[in-house]
């Protein structure tokens, strides 16, 4: 049965995911048993329908569930993000169709939205072969999806741009390879390998575009775009892994006396004055975020759509937050000293996971880029706002 409430759900199993930590890093990927605790208690279906059983949360309490995993384990938060995010196919999907791939309340779904595959068309079927990197989460859903480049009648089919039109093509889990690739630096315990097909058959019904197609249910959610909501899953990740950060750099430094002295780090100015910089950094871009998601959700509730302006004031919000989240990581690292070299310290992984983080292209520097054209007026090319 899906959770009523997802965040409560969140907080009762975040001591037992923080719990199994190194477990979670050193099998780099989420146990099995794990991830069916937290299928059951609805925390991979914040996005899905409620006509589906799912929780269709407002954004505000999709960010505030990842950010409680998250704090947990960045990894752990991280698939719960990919899985939740995935689930925006079932409101594009055809009534008939989202049910046969949802009706199961336990049900895991991921993939990848970058199109590095290709669909033939052939009648109601699409041929699809390709190879896709950043599968997080697979190892535990039944069904995958990936991003296409979508071949008819021996040309690929393009937007009126000119860039290429692609779709998100749903297969089942045993129709899929999966390649062990991960081995990394931080958010070890993902599992993001590469997943592949070959020649797989899918009915045209499996796909939607989230570029070009328009969502079939009707809720304010699903009036905000889906990159825009991917990379709001991500800042909440980055944001949750944050604020683990910094409480464990005010755990360890009201014990640390550094170099045998008899001040604990605490008690040390410098430290306090970079520890309150780096809350007000981080507390700063999680209120810009939480109010360009309000605007948002005002403006789809009352039936406008969003404009580009509150698409680009989320996408330019969630990146900001990410990598100020990762600069406030760091330093509770600096601060921390030699402590937090060694790997069983919670720093170090939280270091690393909010650097792994920022390498995502919806959160990447070249947002920056995007959202300045826009606040300057020009014209720009917005389909994957």
């Known amino acids: 049965m899906i959770a009523l409430d997802p965040l409560r759900e969140a907080q009762r199993l975040a001591p037992a995911i923080a719990a199994r930590a190194d477990e979670i890093e050193e099998a780099r990927r ?7 605790e937290m299928a059951r208690a609805g925390l991979f279906r914040l996005i899905v329908p409620k006509s589906l059983g799912g929780s269709e949360l407002h954004p505000r309490a999709i960010i505030e ?9 960045a990894s752990v938060g991280w698939c719960a993000m990919i899985a939740a995010t995935t689930g925006l196919v079932s409101a594009y999907l055809e009534p008939a169709v989202a049910r046969e791939i949802y ?7 991921g993939g990848v939205f970058a199109p590095m595959g290709k669909a033939v068309r052939e009648g109601g079927e699409y041929v699809v072969t390709g190879r896709w990197k950043w599968a997080s989460g697979s190892q535990n859903c039944a069904w995958l999806g990936g991003g296409c480049l979508i071949i008819e009648n021996g040309a690929m089919l393009t937007l009126p741009s000119g860039a290429p039109n ?13 390649i062990d690739t991960w081995r990394v630096a931080g ?8 997943m592949r097909v070959a020649g797989v058959r899918a009915p045209v019904a499996h796909s939607v575009s989230l570029i070009v ?3 079939v249910e009707e809720g304010a959610l699903y009036a905000f775009p889906a990159f825009g909501l991917l990379a709001l899953g991500i800042a909440a990740v980055a944001s949750g892994n944050a604020r683990a950060a910094l409480a464990d750099f005010v755990a360890l430094a009201q014990a640390k006396k550094p170099g045998g002295g008899k001040r604990t780090l605490a008690e040390r100015g410098a430290a306090q004055a970079a520890l309150a910089q780096a809350e007000a950094a981080q507390r700063g871009a999680r209120a810009f975020l939480l109010e360009a998601v309000d605007r948002a959700w005002a403006s789809a509730e009352r039936g406008d759509g969003l404009s580009q302006t509150l698409r680009a004031d989320l996408r330019l919000a969630a990146t900001h937050l990410v990598r100020v989240s990762a600069e406030a990581v760091r330093v509770c690292y600096d601060l921390a000293g030699g402590d937090s070299v060694f790997l069983d310290s919670p ?15 919806m959160t990447s520097a070249q947002v920056y880029e995007l959202a300045g054209r826009i606040l300057f007026g ?3 090319d917005d389909a994957t706002l």
């Open 103 to 109: 009706a199961d309340p336990r049900l895991i779904t």
């Open 347 to 361: 720093l170090q992984r939280r270091f690393r996971d909010a650097h792994v983080a920022t390498q995502h292209m």
């Open 65 to 73: 569930t990842l950010e409680t995993v998250a704090a947990a384990d």
């Open 378 to 380: 020009l014209p720009t």
């Open 187 to 194: 958010l070890k315990g993902t599992g993001s390998g590469d």
């Open 166 to 178: 692609h779709r998100m093509i749903l297969f089942p889990r045993d129709e899929v390879e999966l």
């Open 30 to 36: 989420l146990p099995a048993d794990l991830a069916d």
């Open 213 to 215: 197609d328009k969502p």
